[in-house]
């Protein structure tokens, strides 16, 4: 039997270089991007067993582009994508991928699937066995194949590509979150006023094949688009198409779509379609019939200022939010939102979700409550309630019912900033909403919006469902500079400069030690001006930052400007150098610089954790990103006028023991003086009236006790005569200023509490100011002396000075006249930043100046478990042979609560020069000052009350 041998054929191939091959991928991209290449990669994985392959399976690791990936494989239904190892993600948005399947040897036979974003590519129904079209050779050929891909990376620009894809995904996300999958594709129209139909190449989303079409008239021929437009010729149409489904028509599906066209530079240039519904599977063709008119293609749009066709192109596409369970669909309330969604305009802000509550009420349950709170509620990632007011929010809707949605969530995150339009419904028998929203900026200072003209009281039904929709936004930079004026005090008074200026703090870790920090020097109203930052305080509570404002002009004034006060509005920020929503301020409405007073801002300003601590919208960031911040001022210089003027005199008094409500009554008096040349050694104002009580003020020009100064005094008129022990609780500031000039004054204020009683009815200061600087301030041979005071109410501190005062009364002084007493006491904040330093304080009582010292550590260290606290009479510098005789108290006691107090009573001692301190080494045991028990709690919220209760004898 012979033996025959069959050759088989070799077929002739096509042989291609690999430069060739690659430019062939490359010219499958049909990308609209015009921006640069940034980088670009291809890489291939050779399969030398597809037999042994599993079904899914992937590539080893291998580097593209700067990034780990693998290569996924779905062998069963042919499809591929480019995955990220573990610890390595994706940060180009503006790319495009080219996935390969070729033969192993002959790279001319190829198939490819190019895609504009990281979806799978679909080869599902290629044959890979048999030749393909021109094809003489199968791709899958002696059991090997080749699986490529094609990765380029464009520079990114900030077209807002992606602000425009986050909000189509919110305006087509469940409302109730349900889970769904987001897809896009685009392609460009090369050619616009040809008025050509366009047909996108094929894509693959939900195992499905897709085309978009876009049609416009035919002149030669426009019965053949007449359906597409129903009469109007003038439109694009846009019609998603089905091309093949993989599944046999047995693919459900609910799913939203959002068409567009948009200018190839810039997405804010866009003009789209409301999310169209699709939940029909049979159906396959999806139109919507007037996408954009010819003039909308070429009109400049308000949003961007530019036209969506640009050097005769445009782009479009389609955005699709599919349900992963199409059974989690309901048709009730997403036809219910949608007539929602018709009453928010987005204009230009960037939806970035939204969400629906309802709050179930029972009108006769509630009609007469004054709030009605609703449980917390979550929506739009952020916690909510809704505050409803049956009877009104004021008496100008005592009518009607008003109603806000509050936001809580700035108790996390200080730096929140959010952007949202809302809108409220009603459903009782018909619908009702209050219309169409405006944007509100939700902070920390303004957390809650509504309207209070709600709905009528008398139109409501027994039971009812009142309904917030809420939509949230990408905060915008002009949002940042729209809230940096809303801060801003509505104040009637002329501006005369004003500047907002940026401090870029760099390399935070090798400066965050550092005591302080200056900004570069920057000019306004005429003033040197430089931000000062203290990174670890300056006085201020642990771990707080201290930020400042400071006026070096005033230090090179001339004698001229001495007494020249200048007012101005303060807001200091710290914000996040890139993100514009991620920042914290303060508001100092009015402040004033001064020669005593060259530096304005805060102690506390803002709590260093803040700096690294992560937010609750983005856990990733953090305010200090790559050592940067920005530090910035927003200044506003008011022309001084006889209201600042006021307003200053009231921010001299610095009294922190007392709030606003235990203010009894304040006043202000002025005395114009005449003739000041001609006023002897005395003289008094008229009587006014504060707090029912009447005053004057007494004047020496040449001074009280010594020439070379001049006194002021107020007096209390009705304790002259009194005889009763009552005592009366006050704060005042005496001025001197220009007749003509309210911005040129001195001012003086003690920072404690002067009080009058029948031994003590004159307040004031004997050397006020030296006899020759009055020149500065006399106009005309005038001038004008103020008093601001006010009175409080302190029935408690009344009660508890008579109880120290009683403290004096023992058997060596009962027979000794008392010739003058008074008390002395300020408030200690932050008591715990003082270690081995003495805190101490200086006025002047009982015609004598003092100084206290107070140890917290003790005064050395045989003391050192004690705190020590000494009375020091500074008099004798100035008057070295004068003596008197004085018994006093000294006490400690809690802020809050004046039946908490510690004191020490001296014994009757003679000052003078060489004995000028009463000391008490160990006033208090730092155990028994350190006590947490209730009722013995001197130090509360690290703060307490010191103070001295002194009385001068005649012996």
Not at 486 to 510: C, G, K, M, V
Request: aromatic share 18%.
């Amino acid at each position: 039997m012979g033996i025959f041998s069959l050759n088989k054929k070799t077929p002739k191939v096509e042989r291609l270089t690999e430069n060739e091959f690659l430019k062939r991928i490359k010219n499958t991209i049909k990308s609209y991007n015009t921006s640069k290449i940034l980088k670009e990669e291809y890489h291939e994985w050779c399969i030398d067993n597809w037999n042994k392959l599993k079904n899914e399976s992937s590539s080893p690791f291998f580097k593209l582009n700067d990034h780990l990936c693998i290569l996924y494989l779905d062998k069963k239904d042919l499809i591929v994508k480019l995955l990220f190892g573990k610890h390595d993600v994706n940060e180009y948005p503006t790319s495009d991928l080219v996935y390969v399947i070729r033969h192993y040897k002959y790279c001319a036979y190829y198939k490819t699937n190019s895609i504009t974003n990281h979806e799978y590519a679909f080869f599902t129904g290629l044959n890979l066995t048999n030749p393909i079209g021109n094809f003489e050779l199968p791709l899958l050929d002696d059991n090997n194949i080749i699986i490529g891909v094609f990765w380029r990376i464009y520079v990114n620009e900030n077209k807002g590509h992606d602000e425009l894809l986050d909000k189509f995904n919110a305006l087509t996300k469940d409302i109730d979150y349900k889970p769904m999958e987001s897809f896009f594709y685009e392609e460009v129209m090369d050619d616009v006023k040809s008025y050509q139909e366009y047909i996108s190449d094929e894509f693959s989303f939900n195992n499905m094949t897709w085309t978009i079409r876009l049609k416009h008239k035919d002149p030669s021929n426009i019965n053949t688009f007449k359906d597409d437009f129903d009469g109007d010729y003038n439109y694009y149409s846009f019609s998603l198409y089905c091309e093949k489904d993989e599944y046999d028509d047995k693919n459900n599906y609910v799913f939203k779509f959002i068409p567009y066209v948009f200018n190839l530079n810039d997405y804010k240039c866009v003009k789209y379609k409301n999310p169209i519904l699709c939940q029909d599977s049979r159906d396959r063709k999806f139109k919507v019939y007037k996408l954009i008119s010819d003039k909308g293609l070429f009109k400049f749009r308000n949003d961007s200022n530019k036209s969506i066709e640009e050097n005769n192109k445009a782009g479009f596409g389609v955005y699709i939010n599919i349900y992963k369970n199409p059974d989690d669909f309901d048709i009730e309330k997403d036809k219910y939102i949608n007539k929602l969604n018709k009453l928010i305009y987005d204009g230009g802000d960037y939806i970035i979700n939204k969400g629906y509550y309802e709050f179930p009420l029972e009108w006769k349950n509630i009609c007469n409550l004054d709030k009605v709170v609703s449980p917390i509620f979550e929506i739009c990632d952020h916690r909510w309630v809704m505050e409803i007011y049956p009877k009104g929010i004021d008496e100008n809707s005592c009518n009607f019912v008003s109603v806000y949605i509050k936001c809580l969530d700035f108790d996390k995150d200080i730096f929140l900033h959010i952007c949202s339009k809302f809108i409220f419904t009603l459903d009782q028998p018909s619908f009702y909403s209050n219309g169409a929203s405006r944007l509100f900026i939700y902070n920390e200072q303004n957390n809650s919006f509504g309207y209070d003209a709600f709905y009528k009281r008398d139109e409501l039904s027994p039971k009812s469902k009142i309904g917030a929709y809420v939509r949230t936004y990408r905060y915008l930079k002009e949002y940042y500079y729209k809230e940096r004026k809303e801060l801003q005090r509505n104040i009637n008074y002329i501006i005369n400069d004003e500047i907002y200026q940026e401090w870029e703090i760099q390399n935070w870790s090798n400066i965050k030690n550092e005591e302080i920090l200056y900004s570069p020097e920057f000019e306004a109203n005429n003033q040197k001006l430089r931000m000062v930052l203290y990174p670890n305080g300056n006085n201020s509570k642990k771990n707080y930052m201290s930020l400042y404002l400071i006026n070096s002009e005033i230090e090179d004034r001339s004698e001229n400007e001495k007494y020249h006060h200048i007012c101005l509005e303060l807001i200091m920020f710290i914000r996040h150098k890139h993100d514009y929503s991620y920042f914290y301020s303060k508001l100092l409405p009015l402040g004033f610089f001064r020669n005593d007073n060259k530096i304005i801002g805060w102690d506390n300003f803002i709590n260093e954790i803040y700096l690294s601590k992560s937010r609750i919208e983005n856990k990733n960031e953090v305010l200090v990103e790559k050592q940067k911040f920005i530090i910035s001022s927003s200044i506003r210089f008011f022309d001084y006028n006889e209201e600042i003027y006021i307003n200053e005199l009231k921010s001299m008094i610095m009294n922190t023991n007392y709030s606003d409500k235990d203010i009894l009554d304040e006043g202000f008096y002025e005395w114009k003086i005449q003739n000041w040349d001609q006023i002897n050694n005395y003289k008094s104002s008229p009587d006014f009236v504060v707090g029912n009580n009447n005053w004057n003020i007494t004047l020496y020009p040449k001074g009280k006790f010594e020439n070379n100064f001049i006194s002021i005094f107020i007096n209390n008129l009705n304790m002259k005569n009194n005889k009763s022990k009552f005592i009366l609780f006050t704060d005042f500031v005496i001025s001197i200023r220009n007749p003509n000039k309210y911005s040129y004054f001195i001012g003086k204020c003690e920072r404690y509490s002067q009080s009058f009683n029948n031994r003590n009815n004159e307040r004031g200061y004997s050397k006020f100011i030296d006899s020759y600087e009055i020149d500065k301030l006399l106009e005309d041979n005038e001038i004008v002396i103020s008093v601001y005071l006010r009175i409080y109410k302190n029935n408690y501190l009344e009660n508890y000075i008579i109880d120290i005062k009683n403290l004096l009364n023992t058997e060596e002084v009962k027979n000794l006249e008392i010739i003058e007493e008074d008390f002395i006491e300020w408030k200690i904040e932050n008591w715990n930043q003082f270690n081995s330093n003495p805190y101490f304080f200086d006025g002047a009582i009982c015609s004598h100046k003092w100084k206290i010292y107070i140890y917290p550590n003790g005064n050395n260290k045989e003391n050192e478990n004690f705190v020590s606290v000494f009375l020091k009479c500074l008099d004798f510098k100035e008057n070295k042979n004068s003596k008197f005789y004085i018994k006093c108290v000294l006490y400690l006691r809690n802020y809050l609560d004046y039946s908490i107090f510690k004191t020490q009573v001296s014994k009757l001692a003679c000052i003078n020069k060489n004995k000028t301190t009463i000391n008490f080494t160990r006033f208090i045991s730092k155990y028994n000052f350190y006590s947490q028990k209730q009722d013995e709690q001197l130090l509360e919220d690290d703060n307490i009350i010191v103070g001295a209760y002194i009385r001068i004898y005649e012996k």
